[in-house]
């Protein structure tokens, strides 16, 4: 197979995917399976605190599921409201899966908001980052948080559209392009997207990906909304590539040249 013309690359690997899912929500593992393929998604993200992944031996594992010969897994520290313990948590998720580094930090505020505690965020990269872990971070909108972290040595950063399983889209996109013309890493989407069309903004702006759960999760028909994500995402690259027209308050331009007009 050839190498995908446009691909994400992340920490020196690419994926042919811009496309990060997640695997809560659903209603079983043959769903998951179902919407995660319909997404076209070659990372998934999973909740170790909240999927079994060989912690329980007698429950079903996602790992048959999703085998992770087929996907990259990227553990995730949903649920931790500490430094502490979302450093923990990963070096669970280490273990778990053979020495996997690629993992998804996210330390919580609150349980009603789940915005990001900035400075236990800061504080977990630090230890995670020179404990050989390859961190890709879940983050506010502020282009100095973000650049932070970059400096930390994160291979990605995720700045929130807007409040997690909001489904409110993408709220503040000035920030985000803060975030990705300072950026040498990429920036990825987190949190907030609610259908395809946020999906799609999100990559005009010039994101390098988007990662989401509930907005599939949650659809009334989850398979049908994770191919309506894969086609938004696609779009939106390719017009952030092709170069929007450039927009002229009250200056129409006819779409059809006037030059040899009959009569003219």
């Known amino acids: 197979m050839s190498a995908p013309a446009d691909p994400l690359v992340i920490a020196g690997r690419s994926y042919a995917s811009r496309l990060l899912v997640g695997t809560g929500k659903y209603k079983d593992f043959a769903e998951t399976r179902a919407a995660v393929d319909a997404s076209g998604a070659a990372i998934v993200t999973v909740a170790i605190r909240r999927m079994n992944i060989g912690q329980d031996p007698n429950q079903p594992s996602l790992l048959d599921a999703l085998p992770p010969s087929q996907y990259t897994y990227l553990p995730n520290t949903a649920g931790c409201y500490s430094a502490d313990d979302a450093v923990r948590t990963l ?7 053979d020495g996997h580094s690629l993992v998804k930090l996210e330390v ?18 630090e230890v995670l980052v020179k404990d ?27 700045p929130l559209a ?15 392009k803060l975030i990705i013309e300072a950026a040498r890493v990429p920036v ?39 191919g309506a994500m894969k086609k938004a995402v696609e779009a939106g690259r390719e017009a952030f590539l092709a170069g929007r027209m450039p927009k002229k308050f009250y ?13 003219s």
């Open 91 to 97: 070096r669970l998720a280490r273990e778990l899966l």
């Open 108 to 125: 919580l505020g609150d349980p009603q908001t789940l915005f990001p505690n900035m400075p236990e965020t800061l504080k977990a990269a």
């Open 132 to 158: 050989g872990f390859q961190v890709m971070v879940y983050c506010s909108d502020d282009p100095i948080q973000a650049k932070l972290l970059e400096g930390i040595g994160c291979v990605a950063v995720m």
């Open 162 to 176: 807007s409040l997690i399983g909001s489904g409110m889209g993408i709220l503040n996109p000035w920030n985000l």
């Open 188 to 226: 990825l989407v987190d949190a907030g997207v609610g259908t395809a069309s946020d999906a799609a903004i999100a990559m005009e702006l010039g994101c390098d990906g988007v990662l989401m759960n509930t907005a599939i999760a949650g659809a009334q028909n989850p398979v049908l909304m994770a």
């Open 251 to 263: 200056s129409a331009s006819p779409s059809s040249p006037t030059g040899g007009l009959i009569g």
